[in-house]
DNA sequence: ACAGCGTGTAACAATCTGTAACAGCGATCG
DNA sequence: CGATCGCTGTTACAGATTGTTACACGCTGT
C-alpha cells in the first residue's frame, strides 16, 4: 500500500497545523483543508484514505457534513471532538462516522484509530459498538438508558442491579405484551441454559419480577406496572414513551 | 374498531380448524386459509387485520412467504411453529414478522399475542427484542452468541461469567481496534458511572480483562489474543468471522 | 541504572443471583 | 360450597460474581 493521505479537517489553524505535523512524522501523508468546500476539492481532485474531521468548525458543523458526505462518499471518516459527551459520540455514529475520538487525546490513541480504521477500510467494513441512548418513560416513572438511571414519579433515584435493569429493559421493550418466563430470560441473555428444547426454567424470574416490583411499585403486593399473566408470564401494563437521548 | 380479521394459515385442516373455532369463541374472525396464494387472494377481496401464518407450510415455507408478504404489504404477521429453536424465531423477525408463538402454545398466550399485536399495529409498530445469533470465531476459539457458549481450539468448552462474556463480546465487535477502558466500560453498559466528563474509572477493567485471560489465553502471562496497548487500553489481536446462527 | 508510570494479580468485602421452601391465592372439580 | 391442585409471591440462604485495594513487576525515558 502507498502512503495513506489524511485529511485533517479543522478549522483553528495551530491545531491543523500539530495534527498534520505529527501525522506526517508518523508516515502518513496529511493534508491540512478547513471546510467542506476543501474537503470537496480534495475528494475531486485526488485519492483520500481517511478524513479526520473537527466536530467545532466555527460555523460550520461536523456531524452534518459528515452526514452529507456520506450520502455519496464512502471515505472512511474520523470525527474528532472537544465535546466528550456520549450523545455527540452517538451522534457520529449515527451519521456515518467510522469512529470518533474525544479533544484533547492521546496521540498515541490517535495513532491506533487512524490504523485501525485504514485496516478496516481494507477489509471491509464492521461497525463499532452503538449504545442506546433513549429515555423511556412509563406510567410516570422514567429509565434513562444512556446513564442507566431510573427515577421514580417524584424524581428520586433508584438503584437498580444490572440484571433487574435487563429485565427493565425487555418489558420497556415489549410494554403491553406478555411474556413467558422463557422468553424473558432469553431477551436477558441468559447464559446457564441447558442446549436445547425442554428446559426447567426454575424460579429465577419469578423472584427477579418481585424484587423489581419491590423497588418500582407503590404497591409491590398490588402491583400496576409489572402485572402477572396467569399461567403465562408477565406484562408491563403500561405505555412507554421514548425520547430521543 | 370493528371485529378484527385474522387469517389463519395452517396445511393441516384439523389445526386450522381448531385455532379458528378458537379464536371465534373469542370474538375474532378467523379465516382459514392453506397457502399463500389464498393468502394474497383474501388480501386482495378484503380487509385482513392479522395473518398467523404456520410455519411449516408442505412445501412451501410460511417464512418465505412472510419475507414476501412483506415486500407489498404491512399485515401484522404471527409466525406460528413446531420449531421452538431460536435462530428460528429470529428468521421470524428478520423477515418482518410481527411476533413468533411455538407450537404447541397456551391457547392464552395466543389470545394474548393476538390483541397485543393488534393493539400495537393500532398504534405505530413497535420491536420485539432481537438476540443475536451469531457464530464468532477467533484465534481457534470460538463464541456461540445463541448459547452463549465459549469452546477453546480443542473443543473444550469454557465457562465464563456475565461480566466476561460481556467483555468478549466487546471485543469480537471491534477486533484490531485498541479500544479505551472508558470505551470498554461504556460497551458493556457499566451501570455505576458518575454522569458527565471526567471519570476515575477504578480498575475493573483491567482486573475483568485478566481474568478472561485467564480462561481464554494459552499462557495468560503472554496473551495473544487480548493484548495491552500500553497508555491506552486493550485491543483483540485476532481477525474475527462471524458465521450466520 | 534509576525514577516514574502503567499494568498484572492476589486477596478481600460487598453485592448480587439463583435455589429451595413455604405460604397464599385462584381455579377447577366434585 | 368446600376440597384440592396448581401457580405465584416471598423469604432465607449459600454460592458466585464483581469491584476495590494494595503491592509487585515490567516498561520507558532520562
Redesign the pocket.
Known amino acids: 500500500m502507498t502512503i495513506p493521505r489524511l485529511l485533517v479537517v479543522d478549522d483553528d489553524a495551530e491545531t491543523r497545523g500539530m495534527m498534520t505535523e505529527f501525522l506526517h512524522r508518523n508516515g502518513f501523508m496529511a493534508l491540512p483543508c478547513d471546510s467542506e468546500t476543501g474537503i470537496r476539492s480534495h475528494l475531486a481532485s485526488g485519492r483520500v484514505d481517511l478524513i479526520l474531521l473537527d466536530v467545532m468548525l466555527g460555523d460550520e458543523n461536523g456531524v452534518e457534513i459528515c452526514a452529507r458526505l456520506r450520502a455519496d462518499q464512502d471515505v472512511p471518516i474520523i470525527l474528532v471532538s472537544a465535546l466528550s459527551a456520549d450523545h455527540q459520540r452517538m451522534a457520529g455514529y449515527e451519521v456515518g462516522a467510522d469512529d470518533y475520538i474525544a479533544k484533547p487525546f492521546n496521540p498515541d490513541l490517535l495513532l491506533a484509530r487512524v490504523k485501525a480504521v485504514l485496516a478496516r477500510a481494507r477489509r471491509s467494513s464492521s461497525l463499532i459498538y452503538r449504545r442506546q441512548t433513549s429515555t423511556f418513560r412509563f406510567g410516570g416513572w422514567s429509565y434513562d438508558a444512556k446513564h442507566d438511571e431510573v427515577r421514580s414519579p417524584d424524581g428520586v433515584q433508584i438503584?437498580l442491579?444490572?440484571?433487574?435493569t435487563a429485565l427493565l429493559k425487555v418489558f420497556l421493550a415489549n410494554p403491553r405484551i406478555p411474556l413467558t418466563r422463557e422468553e424473558i430470560a432469553a431477551a436477558m441473555d441468559?447464559s446457564?441454559e441447558g442446549a436445547g428444547g425442554g428446559e426447567t426454567p426454575?424460579?429465577?424470574i419469578?423472584?427477579?419480577?418481585?424484587r423489581l416490583?419491590?423497588k418500582i411499585e407503590t404497591r409491590?403486593?398490588d402491583?400496576e406496572l409489572l402485572r402477572?399473566?396467569?399461567?403465562?408470564?408477565y406484562v408491563l401494563a403500561a405505555d412507554v414513551a421514548v425520547e430521543a437521548g
Chains 1, 2 share one sequence.
Not at 442491579?161 to 433487574?164: D, G, I, L
Not at 419469578?206 to 418481585?210: A, K, M
Not at 402477572?228 to 408470564?233: L, S
Open positions: 438503584a442491579s444490572r440484571r433487574e441468559v446457564g426454575g424460579r429465577a419469578d423472584v427477579l419480577v418481585g416490583r419491590g409491590p403486593k402491583p402477572t399473566e396467569r399461567g403465562i408470564g
